[in-house]
């Protein structure tokens, strides 16, 4: 299996982008993909997820009422709408995915990773 972002950008504080994670060779329906940043200096951190079956998302606080995932089950992608977007959420934006119906948002349940696009926003 493979997970491929892009839609990474330069954007302004209060805009907005929208990521994509595209999946390929999934042998089941019945996996989670979670979305993390890393910025530099900074440790890994996790931003949100989606189980693909149930379509049950979470969030982490730094991101709530300004971030929404959702999935396209027919193109194998998912997609990171970022909108308020301020200095902070600068980071490289990697997804990731791992089978099973709990969607966390806990790197250490992750197996299968992107390669990640670049996140910058100015003040």
């Known amino acids: 299996a493979r997970l491929a972002e892009s839609g990474g950008a330069l954007v302004q504080t209060g805009g907005s982008l929208r990521l994509s994670c595209a999946a390929s060779?999934?042998?089941?329906?019945?996996?989670?993909i979670g979305w993390f940043r890393q910025a530099p200096g900074r440790e890994r951190e996790g931003v949100s997820c989606i189980n693909i079956y149930s379509g049950t998302t979470r969030y982490a606080d730094s991101v709530k009422g300004r971030f929404t995932v959702s999935s396209d089950r027919t193109e194998n992608t998912v997609f990171l709408e970022m909108n308020s977007l301020r200095p902070e959420d600068t980071a490289t934006y990697y997804c990731a995915a791992y089978y099973g119906m709990a969607c966390l948002v806990d790197s250490r349940q992750y197996g299968i990773w992107g390669q990640g696009t670049q996140v910058t926003v100015s003040s």
């Open positions: 060779g999934f042998v089941s329906g019945r996996y989670n």
